[in-house]
């Protein structure tokens, strides 16, 4: 039997500092919104909305999402733990979840699986070659690939970066956006550019809805577009996929075996 205790009490003390960081956000969002001015450019007929002030990002934030990432990522290793002890074997000091952008070098018999040592059955090795980020197209944009990596940086090289950032823009009218920075900024730093049409006055109450929240500024999170996402939501995804993609396929195995 999988025994997956270590493995949820990880996974829930994400989800812990996870709600406390969204709880910290909270009023930094709130900050932002009111921050926002809109003014009209009439050398370039544009009406341009910026940021006043910009809220200062505690380092503290940083550190509690490296909690959360760091608890995702043990989870998997507590996972293959336990693995190894259902399946027969006795987990040594290399037992790890391994999280391959590339695929391993083949074996004698030219398959090309991942391994959890000291060594699972060929039918649990494809079961972890399903979920490697090597099988996406762009690996860097895989949940495992993106929480793994996360997770290096912040334990052992430097806290997370943390900034402040658009993540959505609405607006209703006619009117089209020439511009857009999506952060970070800097106070009193331009947010986006619309280009005025030729109607009426009614004109000067355009204010387009512009969502802040706090972002990662981090090259490894996942490619462009995952940086676009709240940092809460991009680990959320990891969080996500652990629960429903990882942890039932091994337990599915285990359960019919």
């Known amino acids: 039997m999988l025994d997956l205790s270590g493995t949820r009490v990880k996974i829930d003390r994400a989800k812990t500092h996870l709600d406390d960081f969204d709880r910290q956000v ?12 809109g003014k009209r450019d009439e050398n370039q007929s544009e009406y341009v909305f910026c ?7 505690d380092p503290v934030l940083s ?15 507590h996972l293959a733990w336990q693995t190894i002890i259902a399946a027969g074997g006795q987990p040594s000091d290399n037992t790890n979840f391994p999280i391959l952008d590339v ?29 490697q980020p090597y099988k996406r197209t762009n690996p860097a944009t895989h949940e ?9 940086g912040d334990k052992h090289r430097q806290l997370l970066v943390a900034i402040v950032g658009v993540t959505s823009l609405a607006w209703f009218g006619e009117l089209k956006p020439v511009a857009v920075n999506v952060g970070p900024y800097e106070d009193g730093a331009e947010i986006c550019r619309f280009l005025r049409s030729n109607g009426g006055d009614t004109e000067d109450q355009f204010q387009p809805t512009i969502s802040f929240d706090v ?6 999170a996942g490619g462009p577009w995952s940086q676009m996402l709240s940092a809460s939501h991009l680990v959320r995804r990891s969080l996500t996929y652990i629960e ?11 359960r019919v075996i």
Do not use: W
């Open 51 to 57: 940021i006043e002030r910009v809220p200062t990002l």
């Open 63 to 77: 550190a509690t999402l490296g909690d959360a990432i760091h608890n995702l990522r043990a989870s998997l290793d």
């Open 244 to 254: 429903n993609e990882v942890i039932p396929r091994f337990t599915d195995y285990f």
């Open 215 to 220: 972002r990662l500024n981090e090259p490894i």
């Open 144 to 152: 495992l690939f993106v929480i793994h990596h996360l997770d290096i």
């Open 103 to 131: 695929p391993p070098t083949p074996d004698r018999f030219g398959r090309s699986r991942p391994q959890i040592p000291p060594g699972i059955s060929t039918k649990l090795r494809e079961i972890l070659d399903e979920m």
């Open 26 to 37: 909270k009023d930094i969002k709130a900050a932002c919104r009111d921050a926002v001015v």
